[in-house]
């Protein structure tokens, strides 16, 4: 069974930083390199949103809501994703996921809970 799960989120200051990670398990393991890797938010209600992805040769886009601020990255060795989150504001807290994408699948982790207050 393909299983994505996102780690590392929690309670941060504003200006404060995080670093989330997603790893592959079962079926996505094998394979892991070829995804395109997103990280995407929803905060309450409001629509799921693209924040970063890397693509499987390494090529990264970002939200403009985040540019310069976040930083996505990834070790296919260890199957896993990672966003790393600078100078935290209150509009970033949501719930993060982690998506693992071709042309044919797409796989979503569960979420990760950001919040940004002080």
């Known amino acids: 069974q393909a299983q994505l799960v996102e780690s590392g989120g929690g309670l941060v200051q504003p200006g404060g930083s995080l670093r989330l990670s997603c790893s592959a398990s079962g079926s996505l393991r094998s394979i892991f390199s070829i995804y395109t890797m997103g990280w995407y938010r929803q905060a309450s209600g409001k629509q799921r949103e693209l924040v970063a992805d890397?693509?499987?040769?390494?090529?990264?886009n970002y939200a403009d809501s985040v540019k310069g601020r976040f930083t996505v990255s990834r070790d296919n060795a260890a199957k896993t994703v990672f966003l790393q989150m600078n100078s935290l504001k209150a509009e970033d807290t949501a719930v993060y996921y982690c998506?693992?994408?071709?042309?044919?699948?797409?796989?979503w982790g569960q979420g990760t809970l950001v919040t940004v207050s002080s």
């Open positions: 998506n693992a994408a071709t042309q044919r699948a797409s796989h």
């Open positions: 890397i693509t499987s040769g390494g090529s990264v």
